[in-house]
């Protein structure tokens, strides 16, 4: 099962990054995990909202330079070495991942992770094998 993911290139500069947050609000899509990363010059903000196409839209209306990339998004018990044990199964079937991050769910025990790899077929076939729960973005952050 693979989601969308937007990831927007955003102005390293002041209240730029609550502009592209006021255009998200405004488009009425919901952001259900997000993540940003930066450097000198430019951040990229990488987010999963409930309605892909509406917030794409309304940040390109917005002039942001914005892509829908295909994520993997799998929920795991939120115990310590639980991630540890996901990541070394990818790494022992030769699938790398190139980042990661989680989304805060509602749910008292559960952790939601977003993984982005070269190979999703392989990922989500390793992954549904040995049990790991794969989710739709409807799901996550969701009780």
């Known amino acids: 099962m693979l989601i969308e993911q937007i990831s927007v290139f955003i102005e390293n500069k002041q209240g730029r990054l609550a502009d592209v947050m006021n255009v998200l609000d405004k488009s009425g899509a919901d952001i259900r995990a997000m993540t940003i990363g930066d450097t000198t010059d430019y951040g990229i903000m990488r ?5 892909t196409e509406k917030a794409i839209n309304a940040l390109r209306a917005d002039g942001c330079t914005a892509a829908v990339t295909k994520v993997i998004a799998f929920t795991i018990p939120d115990v310590s070495g639980a991630l540890y044990k996901v990541v070394e199964l990818l790494g022992d079937n030769g699938i790398n991942v190139d980042y990661l991050y989680s989304a805060m769910g509602k749910t008292a025990g559960r952790a ?4 982005r790899v070269e190979d999703n077929d392989a990922a989500i076939k390793v992954l549904t094998e040995n049990g790991i729960q794969l989710i739709g973005s409807a799901e996550l952050c969701r009780e």
């Open 47 to 51: 987010i999963i909202v409930d309605d």
């Open 112 to 115: 939601d992770i977003i993984i």
